[in-house]
């Protein structure tokens, strides 16, 4: 079994920078492909970014390329989406999840085995 906890989400103006953080306990983490997906009110749960296992291969969403960056970090068994140029469209619980069949990370959300509770990102105008 392998637990995910989210951090680093909060409030922000427009412009400005976040970075989440997403801890990968219960097994090895370069066992997962991992990615970063988020839900906002009344809409359904989209793909921001996802990476590798070995972190050298990424993908991230038309709507966040330019502006995010994933990355991870396996001895310390953990992933990061580094986000600027917040917009309040980017309004949305974020939530970090693992494949564990997937070498490289994939971009739909019915392929991952194992989510996070999420952190809330606000971004005002």
């Known amino acids: 079994q392998v637990q995910l906890v989210e951090s680093g989400g909060g409030l922000v103006q427009a412009g400005g920078s976040l970075s989440l953080s997403c801890a990968v306990s219960?097994?090895?983490?370069?066992?997962?492909?991992l990615g970063w997906f988020r839900q906002a009110p009344g809409k359904e749960r989209e793909f921001v970014a996802a990476?590798?296992?070995?972190?050298?291969?990424?993908e991230h969403a038309n709507s966040v390329k330019g502006r995010f960056t994933i990355s991870r970090d396996n001895a310390k068994s953990t992933v990061y989406l580094q986000m600027n140029s917040l917009k309040p469209e980017d309004t949305a619980v974020y939530y970090c999840?693992?494949?564990?069949?997937?070498?490289?990370?994939?971009?739909?959300?019915?392929?991952?085995?194992?989510w996070g509770q999420g952190t809330q990102v606000t971004v005002s105008s």
């Open positions: 990476i590798s296992r070995g972190g050298g291969s990424f």
């Open positions: 999840a693992a494949d564990a069949h997937a070498i490289y990370g994939s971009t739909e959300l019915v392929d991952y085995d194992y």
């Open positions: 219960g097994r090895t983490s370069s066992n997962y492909a």
